[in-house]
């Protein structure tokens, strides 16, 4: 069965730090591309980071955010720095296969859930305050 389970998310002041996990289960981890998203309450999920071959991150989280893996733990990392009140939201993983193009944007968590099927995570929630 395959399984993704987020943790690490939590409450903090703006300017803190937060470093979620994202254990894999159930598949070969060290083949696939891995990445997370956040929804925001009324918002749309979007791409916050992804690592595979290439490691990307969206332009309003670089020099703040790091995403890494580690493969022997089946483990995705998100490190996160110097938060903003922006980045408040639930925070999923996700995994697809190596190559693969990953959406900027999806409308809902249904629609992620769709797409994903069992490669999407429940999520963490993070809270950022001011």
């Known amino acids: 069965e395959v399984q993704l389970v987020e943790s690490g998310g939590g409450s903090v002041q703006a300017g803190g730090s937060l470093r979620l996990s994202c254990t894999g289960s159930?598949?070969?981890?060290?083949?696939?591309?891995m990445a997370w998203y956040r929804q925001a309450p009324g918002n749309e999920c979007e791409l916050v980071a992804s690592?595979?071959?290439?490691?990307y991150s969206t332009p309003s989280v670089r020099g703040r955010f790091t995403i890494s893996r580690e493969n022997a733990e089946k483990t995705v990392y998100l490190q996160m720095s110097n938060l903003k009140v922006e980045d408040s939201g639930v925070y999923h993983c996700?995994?697809?296969?190596?190559?693969?193009?990953?959406?900027?944007?999806?409308?809902?968590?249904?629609?992620?859930?769709?797409?994903?099927?069992?490669?999407w995570g429940p999520g963490t929630q993070v809270t950022v305050s001011s």
């Open positions: 159930g598949f070969t981890f060290e083949i696939r591309d």
């Open positions: 690592i595979g071959d290439l490691i």
């Open positions: 996700a995994s697809q296969a190596a190559g693969t193009a990953w959406p900027e944007r999806l409308p809902s968590v249904l629609a992620a859930q769709a797409l994903f099927a069992d490669y």
